[in-house]
């Protein structure tokens, strides 16, 4: 794993492969290997592929407990330019998926598409208020449990019943080497993002990936992004639950595949 500084930060990343550059971005639980490990192997025999780890969660620093989703779409924008990706792909899954959307409307220019699965507009974006103080409530007392409770209390939302058990223990694995102060930065920065303004100026290809039972981000968020985002396609993964990359990454794989190949000239 390398690692660059990016405004006095400190940011691991994996890369592997060659050709035109795609960067994935995990979610608030866990990290690039964990989230996107088949994607890395699969998706690198096409693509430059490139899985930060956020900061705040892997082998990154932690930001300051102030940090919010612009200061972390400063922080990726850096990030892309240290690497000199010319316009990547950008992945996102969940939190990260708000932070692609994030980057876009903050850096029209660097993302050339983006691919958003289990996504919001942030938190505030697209859940009721209560919903959204209760998430922040639950989160910031996940960040105070020893690891193994903190597995336990946040894994059952992340999959589906029917998800293979393999896959959810390899996923389980690395959720105890979550940073508590990275976690409830994004906690906080989730729960303060509103990016409806930003989602109809969206103007560059993007695909949505919903799990049909994704309990945390479900299909009528989804939906909504769809409608207000003019440029997006949204595909609905059946049987599938928040972690798509990691309990479907074939299907996964297949739909970012295909769209990439679509969208790259």
């Known amino acids: ?41 699969d998706l690198s025999d096409e693509f430059t592929v490139v899985a930060w780890d956020g900061p705040g969660a892997g082998r990154s620093a932690d930001p300051p407990a102030s940090f919010r989703l612009p200061d972390y779409a400063d922080c990726l924008a850096g990030f892309v330019a240290a690497l000199e990706l010319d316009r990547p792909h950008v992945v996102g899954l969940s939190y990260g998926a708000a932070l692609a959307l994030q980057l876009a409307g903050a850096y029209p220019h660097v993302p050339r598409s983006l691919v958003l699965a289990g996504a919001y507009a942030g938190w505030a974006g697209s859940l009721p208020a209560p919903e959204v103080e209760q998430r922040l409530a639950s989160s910031l007392r996940a960040a105070e449990l020893a690891p193994e409770q903190f597995v336990g209390a946040l894994l059952p939302t992340m999959f589906s019943a029917a998800a293979a058990p393999e896959r959810v223990a390899g996923f389980a694995a690395a959720v105890p080497q979550f940073h508590p102060a990275g976690f409830r930065a994004m906690a906080r920065a989730m729960a303060a993002a509103d990016l409806r303004a930003v989602l109809p100026a969206i103007d560059v290809p993007t695909l949505l990936l919903c799990g049909e039972k994704d309990d945390r981000a479900p299909l009528r968020v989804a939906e909504a992004l769809h409608a207000a985002i003019p440029t997006s396609r949204l595909v609905v993964l059946t049987g599938v639950g928040h972690v798509s990359s990691v309990e479907a990454p074939e299907r996964f794989n297949q739909e970012v595949r295909h769209f990439l190949q679509d969208h790259t000239r």
């Open 1 to 41: 794993m390398d690692q660059v500084d990016v405004g006095g930060l400190r940011i691991a990343y994996e890369r592997a492969g060659h050709g035109p550059p795609l960067v994935l971005l995990h979610g608030f639980v866990g990290d690039g290997r964990s989230t996107f490990g088949q994607q890395i192997d």
